[in-house]
C-alpha cells in the first residue's frame, strides 16, 4: 500500500515538474512577444478653430473660417530650409543633409497651445529619428521630453511665433479690437553628433536594464514554482496521501498566480 502511494506522490511529482517546466517555455516567452509600442497621434487637433456651421455669437474661437488670414512679419530664413532635390520645405518635420529638420505647428488662437503643438510634433520627429539611427524600439525606450529637446536639439535662436491676423471688425466689442489673432510656432532641430552619442548610451543602458529585469524575472517565478512543487510533496508525504487531491488542486492554484504575475510584470517592461 505504501509502495503505491509513493508511486502516486512520485508521479505527481513529476507532473508539476513537467508543468513548471512547460510554463517556462510557453508562457514567459508569450509574454516576450507581447510589446506595444507606444501609440504616435498623427493627426492633430486644432482647439479653437474657426467653426463656420454655427452662429459666432461674439466668440472669437467661432469667427468665420473664410476670413483671411494676414501674416505679421516674415519667416526667418532658416525656416525656407528646402530639399536640394525636391525643393520641397522640411517644414514637416523631415531631416535634410546637414541632421537638421524644421518644424511648424498648427494654427491656434492660443499662443500656450501652438507651443504645445510644436513640441508634440518636435518629440515626433525625435523618436522617428531614434528608431532609424539608433535601433528599432529606441524612441520608446528613451524618455523625451521638452527640456531635453530643448537642451540638446534646438538650435539656439531658431525658435520663431508667426502671427496671423483676421479682420473682424463686428468682434471689436467683444475683445477690445477689430481682428483676430492666430499663433504658429517654427523651430528647427539639429541631430548632431553629440546627440547620436548620448542617445546610444542611453539605449545601451536600457538594454542592459531590461536584460537583468528579464533574467531576475526567470529566476524568481523558477524558485516560486519549484518551491510550490516541493512544498505539495513535503505536505502529502505528511499527510500520509490523505489530502492528495486536495494538495494538488491547492498546488495548481499556486501556480497559476506566480504564472499569472510573472505574465503581468513581463507586461510592463520592454523585452529584447
Not at 512679419?73 to 535634410?96: C, F, R, V, Y
Not at 539611427?133 to 525606450?141: E, H, L, M, N, T
Not at 545601451?204 to 524558485?223: P, T, Y
Request: glycine share 6%.
Amino acid at each position: 500500500m505504501n509502495g503505491t502511494r509513493r508511486m502516486a506522490v512520485r508521479r505527481i511529482g513529476f507532473k508539476l515538474i513537467v508543468a513548471f517546466a512547460a510554463s517556462l517555455v510557453l508562457v514567459l516567452p508569450g509574454a516576450c512577444a507581447v510589446q506595444t509600442d507606444p501609440v504616435v497621434d498623427t493627426e492633430t487637433s486644432v482647439p479653437g478653430k474657426p467653426d463656420s456651421t454655427g452662429p459666432a455669437a461674439n466668440d472669437p474661437d467661432k469667427a468665420d473660417s473664410n476670413f483671411e488670414e494676414v501674416a505679421v512679419g516674415s519667416l526667418p530664413s532658416w525656416a525656407h530650409n528646402t530639399d536640394e532635390k525636391t525643393g520641397l520645405p522640411h517644414n514637416d518635420g523631415q531631416i535634410d543633409a546637414n541632421r537638421r529638420a524644421v518644424i511648424s505647428s498648427e494654427r491656434f488662437y492660443r499662443e500656450r497651445e501652438a507651443r504645445e503643438d510644436l513640441l508634440k510634433r518636435a518629440e515626433r520627429v525625435v523618436r522617428n529619428y531614434l528608431d532609424d539611427q539608433i535601433a528599432k524600439g529606441a524612441g520608446s525606450a528613451i524618455e523625451i521630453d521638452p527640456e531635453l529637446i530643448r537642451e540638446r536639439l534646438l538650435v539656439p535662436g531658431h525658435e520663431h511665433e508667426q502671427i496671423y491676423r483676421i479682420h473682424a471688425p463686428e468682434y471689436a466689442d467683444a475683445i477690445g479690437r477689430e481682428y483676430l489673432e492666430r499663433y504658429e510656432m517654427w523651430a528647427e532641430l539639429e541631430f548632431n553628433t553629440e546627440f547620436h552619442q548620448w542617445a546610444a548610451a542611453e539605449y545601451e543602458n536600457h538594454l542592459v536594464q531590461s536584460r537583468v529585469l528579464q533574467a531576475s524575472l526567470v529566476v524568481v517565478s523558477g524558485i516560486a514554482m519549484l518551491g510550490i512543487a516541493f512544498g505539495f510533496l513535503r505536505a502529502n508525504h505528511r499527510t500520509r496521501g490523505v489530502y492528495a487531491g486536495r494538495l494538488q488542486m491547492v498546488s495548481l492554484l499556486a501556480l497559476l498566480v506566480v504564472m499569472a504575475a510573472a505574465v503581468a510584470i513581463a507586461r510592463t517592461f520592454q523585452w529584447l
